[in-house]
C-alpha cells in the first residue's frame, strides 16, 4: 500500500486494506480511543521538512483517557516533556497487534503514561493506555491524541474510515 493519499486509492485498494485491517466498531467494550468531540481528517496534509502528517488528530482536554484499539504489546515507547520540542511525537506508545497480521498502531503526544505500562506490556483492546496530551510538536494547549495504523508494519493509512466514529463527533477535512 504505498501510496501515501487514502483518497486517491481505488476501490479495490480500500477493500483490500479493510479486509487486512477489519473495521473497528468497539461498541462491544463501550469505549473508543478517546473520548474527543471533535476529530481532524488530516492524514497526508502536509507538514514542515517535506513530511506528511501519517495519522489523525483527536481532540480531546487534557487528561483525557486513551484505550487501546486491539490487543497487543507495548513495542515502542517514547518521552518528551509538554510542548517541547526533543521528539515529533512527544509521548508515545507504538502497541503491536497480537493477532498475527503485523499490524502496529502509534498513539502519540500523550501526557503520561498509564501506571503499570512499560515497553514490553501486553495489553488487552479496551485497556487504558495513557491520557491526551501536547507533547512533542503538538505545541502547548493543543491537546490531542494523534494515531496510526500501519497494516502489515508497513506505511500508514488513513485510520478514519477503518474507526467507528462515536455518535456527537464532528469530523473536520
Known amino acids: 500500500y504505498g501510496r501515501q493519499n487514502w483518497f486517491e486509492w481505488s476501490a479495490a485498494e480500500h477493500r483490500a486494506v479493510r479486509e ?21 481528517n488530516n492524514f497526508g496534509d502536509p ?8 495519522g489523525m488528530d483527536i481532540l480531546a482536554t487534557l487528561g483525557q483517557e486513551v484505550y487501546a484499539m486491539k490487543a497487543g504489546t507495548l513495542t515502542i515507547q517514547t518521552f518528551a516533556n509538554s510542548g ?11 502497541l503491536s497487534a497480537s493477532d498475527g497480521t503485523g499490524d502496529y498502531y502509534i498513539y502519540a503526544h500523550l501526557s503520561a503514561f498509564a501506571p503499570g505500562l512499560s515497553k514490553g506490556s501486553v495489553v488487552q483492546q ?48
Open 20 to 40: 487486512q485491517v477489519g473495521m473497528f466498531d468497539l461498541s462491544s467494550f463501550g469505549k473508543y480511543l478517546v473520548q474527543g468531540p471533535d476529530i481532524l
Open 47 to 54: 507538514r514542515s521538512g517535506g513530511r506528511i502528517h501519517q
Open 84 to 94: 517541547g520540542s526533543s521528539g515529533l511525537s512527544g509521548n508515545l506508545w507504538r
Open 126 to 173: 479496551g485497556q487504558l493506555l495513557g491520557w491526551v496530551g501536547d507533547t512533542g510538536n503538538a505545541g502547548p494547549g493543543n491537546y490531542h491524541l494523534h494515531f496510526e495504523i500501519h497494516p502489515g508494519g508497513g506505511n500508514a493509512v488513513n485510520p478514519l474510515p477503518l474507526v467507528t466514529v462515536p455518535q456527537g463527533c464532528k469530523v473536520w477535512g
